[in-house]
């Protein structure tokens, strides 16, 4: 996690109480200005480019991109495991695109779509993923940003949509407690799943219902849902 030095003067802004230092870079709480710091040897990782199954990916995240993960909370070392795509290969060749690419893997990547059309894009077979170490809970989520958040203090499995992969179940016997968490929209999604994965794993499989997804609740609000419907 970042540390905080001091507020400095905003380049921007001209703010000089609302424009935190941190040790890694600057941000500004009145204009939402982010600035990371650029030592040589970040520097050179910002600059690395590779390619992943049609999107050419760098470490320097758009400016767009960064304030919606800050919205979320997340820290500068949980940002630092995304990339970016501006360019993929599309149908009629090489285009430019607009993507945060929250996994990519030599089979398959999903990201937030911040260009036209849906919102998450993905290719490739659906993955097994797991955030944060949790010996006794493991909670399904829709989404990365939301696994990460839960995977502070629990284990968090990110369904990459309404429905688990297909191997999932080969994961969970270790655990006492497992969830599905969704929002209003996907309760009807979660109950189905958690029926399927009870029958399927003899061990009954709890549901959360919350207004919000996951990923947009604090630590304690996160923890406070789990809790309420932990057995011990």
Not at 45 to 62: D, F, Q, S
Not at 132 to 155: H, P, Y
Request: net charge positive; hydrophobic share 35%.
């Amino acid at each position: 996690m970042s540390k905080f030095l001091q507020f400095t003067p905003c380049e921007k802004c001209g703010s000089s109480d609302a424009n935190a230092e941190y040790d890694d870079s600057y941000y500004c709480f009145s204009c939402n200005r982010y600035t990371p710091k650029l030592s040589l040897k970040r520097f050179k990782a910002i600059k690395e480019v590779r390619v992943c199954k049609g999107i050419t990916l760098e470490n320097k995240l758009a400016v767009g991109a960064l304030k919606w993960l800050l919205g979320y909370g997340l820290t500068s070392d949980e940002i630092a495991q995304f990339t970016y795509a501006r360019e993929r290969i599309g149908k009629y060749g090489l285009m430019p695109c607009d993507l945060l690419v929250l996994y990519s893997s030599n089979d398959y990547w999903c990201a937030r779509n911040f260009g036209k059309g849906a919102k998450y894009l993905t290719s490739g077979t659906k993955p097994f993923l797991k955030y944060g170490f949790n010996q006794d809970v493991l909670v399904f989520v829709e989404d990365i940003v939301s696994a990460v958040k839960v995977g502070r203090q629990f284990t968090a499995v990110p369904m990459l949509g309404s429905m688990p992969s297909q191997d999932a179940a080969s994961h969970l016997d270790a655990y006492k407690n497992v969830f599905i968490w969704n929002d209003m929209d996907k309760a009807k999604d979660a109950i189905k799943t958690a029926r399927n994965l009870t029958e399927r794993l003899n061990k009954r499989v709890r549901v959360v219902i919350s207004p919000k997804d996951p990923k947009e609740y604090d630590d304690n609000a996160i923890k406070e849902y789990i809790y309420n419907n932990i057995i011990y």
